[in-house]
């Protein structure tokens, strides 16, 4: 199995927003580390841009979890210290990370995705966590751009834009994760109506789902809740990995 996707010339990485739960997309980089499949390309949407962000500039899991515990991260999402944290922990520049990446974002008045690959890379990952209601647009380059996860919470299709050829996808939405938790999967009859058509083409995209589930006590502020996020992120994928070989074993 693992064999098969390591075969594949360049493996995506697809993170998806989630606020705080985008927590879970380091216990996922974990187990494909340990699992030994490097992504070469990358692309995040809100949470899963800053994540995705810091992978690309060559942070292993553990300096991702270390990042994680050193911040109260719903204060650093919702707030303006969001730039200023990615200007101290990350490149100036997309040029400088180590691998290709993309953040998504959502250009306003239109509500049309954008695809953010150049310029400052601090005022990119701004753009794609500017919660609705939360927070403000954010205008770079003479732009408004809002959260990306208005209109691509899943950004597979940037990453075959990329040129991924096999995508993991690291799904954490929130509604997502409600949604399949009553029985409906964005691929079942009545997925077509409940869930966002930008979603269900997404999961199309994905060639490996990771779908983590988050603990109540997951939401609860403090280094134990950022443990049990990565944990929910890694048991998510090696179970993925696990039923992805089976299906290529039968």
């Known amino acids: 199995m693992k064999g098969e996707i390591l075969r594949c010339r360049?493996?995506?990485?697809?993170?998806?927003?989630?606020?705080?739960?985008g927590l879970a997309h380091i216990g996922v980089i974990k187990a494909l580390t340990e699992a030994g499949i490097g992504p070469a390309v990358v692309t995040g949407t809100s949470a899963g841009s800053l994540i995705g962000a810091a992978f690309a500039a060559g942070m292993g899991w553990q300096e991702?979890?270390?990042?994680?515990?050193?911040?109260?991260?719903?204060?650093?999402?919702?707030?303006?210290?969001?730039?200023?944290?990615?200007?101290?922990?990350?490149?100036?520049?997309?040029?400088?990370?180590?691998?290709?990446?993309?953040?998504?974002?959502?250009?306003?008045?239109?509500?049309?995705?954008?695809?953010?690959?150049e310029g400052r890379l601090a005022s990119a990952i701004s753009a794609s966590c500017a919660l609705r209601v939360v927070r403000r647009p954010v205008v770079r380059e003479g732009e408004r751009l809002k959260d990306g996860g208005i209109v691509c919470v899943l950004p597979t299709e940037a990453c075959r834009a990329l040129g991924a050829e096999f995508v993991i996808?690291?799904?954490?939405?929130?509604?997502?994760?409600?949604?399949?938790?009553?029985?409906?999967?964005?691929?079942?009859?009545?997925?077509?109506?409940?869930?966002?058509?930008?979603?269900?083409?997404?999961v199309r995209h994905a060639d490996l789902l990771v779908t983590p589930a988050i603990p109540p006590a997951g939401y609860v502020p403090g280094a134990p809740a950022v443990e049990r996020m990565i944990a929910a992120g890694e048991r998510a994928t090696q179970r993925a990995l696990a039923a992805f070989g089976e299906g290529a074993a039968a």
Request: glycine share 8%; hydrophobic share 45%; proline share 8%.
């Open 64 to 117: 991702l979890a270390e990042m994680a515990r050193a911040v109260f991260w719903p204060a650093l999402l919702a707030g303006s210290r969001l730039e200023r944290f990615c200007a101290r922990h990350l490149p100036d520049t997309f040029a400088e990370l180590r691998l290709p990446f993309a953040a998504l974002a959502t250009r306003l008045p239109s509500r049309e995705p954008v695809t953010l690959r």
């Open 169 to 202: 996808a690291s799904d954490v939405w929130e509604l997502g994760s409600l949604l399949r938790g009553l029985g409906f999967h964005p691929r079942h009859p009545y997925g077509l109506r409940v869930y966002p058509s930008h979603y269900r083409r997404a």
């Open 10 to 21: 360049r493996v995506g990485l697809a993170l998806s927003g989630g606020s705080v739960r």
